[in-house]
């Protein structure tokens, strides 16, 4: 497959609006928690499952937890689209996030990371001292997505092994490099984890006191899976994941 074609769905995923900076806006935080409210359109069927997934790799490290949205103005929408996208940070009022065939668990966490308000990590405005954008093997017209955007670094390292940083053939046009790493052998672009630097960046811009290691989600996996065998009927109501 041709990696535009390949990453063109799950990377360019970033959907933006003007007139706002985004990365300002954080989801709201009482007593150190952060519950951001998500709905998932039934029709995403069993893709239901990878979106809870991805909500536990974030909520069992950090103090940012997903549940079920009531009447609360602000909330995710998990639905149907042609790729992984999100909007950066919380926008206000329904939300939407986009969930393709394609997209893994991981990758919904980096959408979801997305909108708690986090940018690309090679995007950052010291990037220049880690890596190399080899601009002569990106595709043409996709150039935007290896701008430098100033969205918060916290103070943190830079992390090559970010679930934010793109891998090193993204958006290429011949299969050569479009990213380099300035170290040697580093990987970038997993998609499978929060880096400990991830963990620890969630936890910084969310203020999050304690010691989430300790795994304080609470997922009710019985009537979940139980509600995976049937159609839509499986109750939400005692996931604080
Ligand atoms: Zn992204």
Redesign the pocket.
């Known amino acids: 497959m041709n990696p535009d074609e390949e990453y063109g769905v799950q990377?360019g995923?970033?959907m933006l609006q003007r007139d706002r900076n985004a990365a300002s806006d954080v989801w709201p935080e009482v007593d150190g928690q952060v519950f951001v409210p998500y709905e998932i359109n039934p029709e995403l069927g069993k893709r239901a499952s990878l979106i809870t997934q991805a909500f536990k790799m974030i909520s069992e490290k950090t103090c940012v937890k997903f549940r079920l949205h009531t009447d609360e103005a602000d909330y995710l929408h998990f639905k149907e689209g042609p790729g992984c996208a999100?909007l950066v940070g919380l926008t206000g009022g329904e939300q939407p996030l986009l969930i393709s065939k394609s997209c893994t668990a991981g990758n919904i966490c980096?959408?979801i990371l997305?909108a708690l308000g986090f940018y690309?990590e090679h995007s950052r405005k010291d990037r220049n001292e880690y890596i190399t954008i080899q601009y002569d093997n990106i595709s043409p017209g996709r150039e935007d997505n290896f701008e430098v955007r100033y969205g918060k670094t916290l103070g943190m390292a830079y992390d090559r092994g970010s679930i934010?940083h793109y891998g090193e053939d993204y958006f290429s046009r011949n299969g050569k490099p479009t990213i380099v790493t300035k170290d040697g052998n580093v990987k970038i672009g997993q998609r499978t984890h929060l880096s400990d630097l991830d963990v620890e960046r969630i936890r910084k811009l969310y203020h999050c006191k304690g010691n989430e290691e300790e795994g304080t989600a609470q997922v009710d996996y019985g009537d979940y899976e139980m509600g995976l065998e049937g159609l839509w009927g499986f109750k939400f109501s005692t996931m604080a994941l």
């Open positions: 990377e995923d970033m999100s980096h959408e997305h690309h934010m």
